[in-house]
């Protein structure tokens, strides 16, 4: 079960976080956001990595590589499992989940891959928004809904 999603921009500020579950509070809030910037560190280091295999490959592998935004699993604790995914402009998406749930240790790396694209389209559906600005947080009410959903219902 998804635990709590993040939306990084390209400089590394949180535009979205966001999580369900039964424990609330500012300890649980902290941790959540402390998984999310330590996957910064895996993301920056896997996109170095594909940058610098990019460059010593052909033009046709690189043109693939590029097109895959899906990082896959970026690290995991004994409690839980974080993805990544980075969009072309560099907007990082980070899903944690509960690798403790007994659904949480069963996901699929399909179904991450697909939640993440979804992600990925309400973002752009949010800051499509007119009077959203670019680089501030997002704070929409129907956003938070939506991502609340997808958690809910895909992961």
């Given at each position: 079960m998804a635990v709590c999603v993040a939306i990084i921009g390209k400089d590394n500020s949180?535009?979205?976080?966001?999580?369900?579950?039964?424990?609330?509070?500012t300890d649980n809030e902290l941790s959540r956001q402390w998984l999310v910037h330590t996957a910064l560190d895996a993301l920056e280091e896997r996109l170095?990595?594909?940058?610098?295999?990019?460059?010593n490959t052909s033009a046709n592998a690189a043109r693939t590589d590029l097109?895959?935004?899906?990082?896959?699993?970026?690290?995991?604790?004994?409690?839980h499992k974080i993805y990544?995914?980075?969009?072309?402009t560099r907007i990082k998406l980070v899903l944690?989940?509960?690798?403790?749930?007994?659904?949480?240790?069963n996901i699929r790396?399909?179904?991450?891959?697909?939640?993440?694209?979804?992600?990925?389209?309400l973002y752009a559906d949010a800051i499509c928004n007119p009077f959203h600005l670019p680089?501030?947080?997002i704070v929409s009410r129907k956003f938070d809904k939506q991502?609340?959903?997808?958690?809910?219902?895909?992961v």
């Open positions: 949180p535009l979205y976080i966001g999580g369900i579950g039964n424990e609330s509070g170095a990595t594909t940058n610098t295999s990019n460059t097109r895959d935004l899906y990082l896959g699993l970026l690290y995991s604790t004994d409690t990544g995914y980075v969009t072309n944690v989940t509960s690798s403790t749930s007994p659904s949480g240790s790396d399909a179904e991450v891959r697909t939640a993440l694209r979804r992600l990925h389209a680089g501030d947080q991502v609340k959903s997808l958690m809910m219902n895909n």
